[in-house]
T-cell receptor
Framework: EPEVTQTPSHQVTQMGQEVILRCVPI?????FYWYRQILGQKVEFLVS????????KSEIFDDQFSVERPDGSNFTLKIRSTKLEDSAMYFC?????????????FGPGTRLTVL | DQQVKQNSPSLSVQEGRISILNCDYT??????FLWYKKYPAEGPTFLIS?????DKNEDGRFTVFLNKSAKHLSLHIVPSQPGDSAVYFC??????????FGQGTRLTINP
């Protein structure tokens, strides 16, 4: 069964460093997303991406964040200068259809620890 | 931001019985709802969804009920199995492809 994959599973970085989290969405999907979950809190939407551009973003997704689909398979989230409060699980998701509502399928997550 | 609320942080049910997980929402613009299941160290796994034009959707042991006037939905699992023990998240969408999640309910199925 096709699935969303994410690398690395755990990333440790120093405050102020740049990190890139990588995702391979399900191959025929058209919409891509990033969510995060700070320990003990809700899963929160960060950004959605369609047709090579951002379609929605939350207030969390400020200028320190960017997304890219560098080739036909990868989808990346970059945090330019990490802060302690960026420590969280980051989930990539993708959805397939062209309808208004489509189930989103999530990857296993990358645990980001900022020291 | 409490647009989607799951008021029970945990629920314990005996194997074979029915599990009922509840979710309330405040934003009347939400018109598509999903349930996800999450095991530790894994991402959320899609279970079942319902659009606002329906009041019930069933898939095997899982049924989701939607009461739009009460802004309430529930997930019924019957019969409950030990493998159902996980955290269950309710999520809502208003057509923006942006899911809003509840806090989750930890379901424990006791043998």
């Amino acid at each position: 069964e096709p699935e969303v994959t994410q690398t690395p599973s755990h990333q440790v970085t120093q405050m102020g460093q740049e990190v890139i989290l990588r995702c391979v969405p399900i191959s025929n999907h058209l919409y891509f997303y990033w969510y995060r979950q700070i320990l003990g809190q809700k899963v929160e939407f960060l950004v959605s991406f369609y047709n090579n551009e951002i379609s929605e973003k939350s207030e969390i997704f400020d200028d320190q964040f960017s997304v890219e689909r560098p080739d036909g398979s990868n989808f990346t989230l970059k945090i330019r200068s990490t802060k302690l409060e960026d420590s969280a699980m980051y989930f990539c998701a993708s959805s397939g259809g062209t309808g208004i509502y489509n189930e989103q399928f999530f990857g296993p997550g990358t645990r980001l620890t900022v020291l | 931001d409490q647009q989607v609320k799951q008021n029970s942080p945990s629920l314990s049910v005996q194997e074979g019985r029915i599990s009922i997980l509840n979710c309330d929402y405040t934003n009347s613009m939400f018109d598509y709802f999903l349930w996800y299941k999450k095991y530790p160290a894994e991402g959320p796994t899609f279970l079942i969804s319902i659009s606002s034009i329906k009041d019930k959707n069933e898939d095997g042991r899982f049924t989701v009920f939607l009461n739009k006037s009460a802004k309430h939905l529930s997930l019924h699992i019957v019969p409950s199995q030990p493998g159902d023990s996980a955290v269950y998240f309710c999520a809502a969408d208003q057509g923006a492809q942006k899911l809003v999640f509840g806090q989750g309910t930890r379901l424990t199925i006791n043998p």
